[in-house]
């Protein structure tokens, strides 16, 4: 009777520890709630390629997550609704979701925020930017080396700043290389429209571009296999877009927003404090850069001029 005493006692202990084990792993985990752009997933850019820094982070870290898509607008709703389902950060994509998050920021003092492409001088929001004209000051050199016409075009989404730098570095880096080159500028006003986004891409061919850099998020992909339907090259944006148009795209311009989350994802389960600071991320830190160069090759001169343009030296 004694030993069954014990036996039954053993079992207990065991039992009971499993379940502190399995209790202290629930209070270990960490999570995040993602806002994505208006857009949403499927942009083959900005907001796909957050979800895949957060995914990373969920095969490497163990860091859980959760996303919302405003497609209507609502980016206080949707956020909020994420931060009530308790997750640890709230991360938003993009200057729309400033105001909402500020908003909550308030309301939640205690709640952690990352907000990316805007900068907030709230305590509790970190804020993340990145150095667009120098990765578009990349491929305006490729641009400008490799221009038949001496005529290239860029395309915008909506005029604001963040995408007045990817025109502004493009220009920079088209003119540094050849001074004679024209660069054709058009905002399309959307970022979500890719008819309109071929419909521009027509017109600055027509005008004599062999080379469109679009920087319009969906609208872009209409620009970038109109590209390919015309027979000149394109690049791509953020992420490597070469599969939409792999006649057309020579390279593209790399925005790390899944390196930034991946690095936001791994600072929350280290418990390394969010300290309200704005980190701009360039060529230096790893932020933006250039996706493999496809369908052309660069000759040993022009290959040398980017490699110094990249920090690469000879």
């Keep these: 009777m004694k030993k069954q005493y014990w036996l039954m006692v053993g079992c207990l202990l065991l039992l009971l520890s499993a379940c502190n ?26 907001s796909d390629s957050a979800l895949v820094g957060l995914e990373k982070a969920r095969d490497e870290e163990g860091v859980l997550f959760d996303y919302r898509e405003p497609l209507e607008g609502d980016h206080e709703k949707q956020m909020e609704e994420l931060i009530k389902n308790g997750h640890d950060l709230i991360i938003g994509l993009s200057f729309r979701v400033q105001g909402a998050m500020e908003t909550l920021a308030q309301k939640y003092p205690e709640q952690q925020f990352v907000l990316i492409d805007a900068v907030s001088d709230y305590e509790n929001i970190t804020s993340i930017t990145f150095k667009e004209d120098e990765g578009s000051y990349l491929i305006g050199l490729i641009a400008g080396m490799r221009t038949q016409s001496d005529t290239v075009g860029f395309i915008g989404g909506e005029k604001i700043p963040v995408v007045e730098k990817f025109e502004q570095g493009f220009t920079r880096g088209v003119k540094e290389v ?69 006649d057309a795209i020579v390279t593209s311009m790399l925005k790390r927003v899944d390196i930034a989350l991946f690095e936001m994802a791994k600072q929350l389960k ?33 290959q040398s001029i980017l490699n110094q343009a990249e920090g690469k030296g000879e």
Excluded: W
Excluded at 213 to 236: C, D, V, W
């Design 270 to 302: 280290e418990e390394k404090a969010f300290t309200g600071e704005h980190k701009e991320l360039g060529l230096d830190q790893g932020g933006v850069g250039l996706a493999p160069i496809r369908v052309i090759q660069l000759n040993e001169k022009e």
């Design 178 to 246: 050849n001074p004679d080159a024209q660069v054709l500028v058009d905002y399309t006003g959307t970022f979500g429209d890719d008819k309109k986004g071929a419909q521009v891409a027509k017109k600055q061919i027509d005008d004599g571009a062999d080379f469109v850099f679009p920087a319009a998020g969906f609208t872009g992909i209409g620009a970038l296999k109109e590209a390919q339907t015309q027979g000149i090259y394109a690049f791509g944006v953020d992420s490597d877009q070469y599969y939409l148009a792999e």
């Design 21 to 46: 084990n399995e209790s202290d792993k629930a209070i270990e985990e960490k999570s995040i709630g993602l806002v994505v752009t208006e857009n949403g997933l499927g942009d083959e850019s900005f």
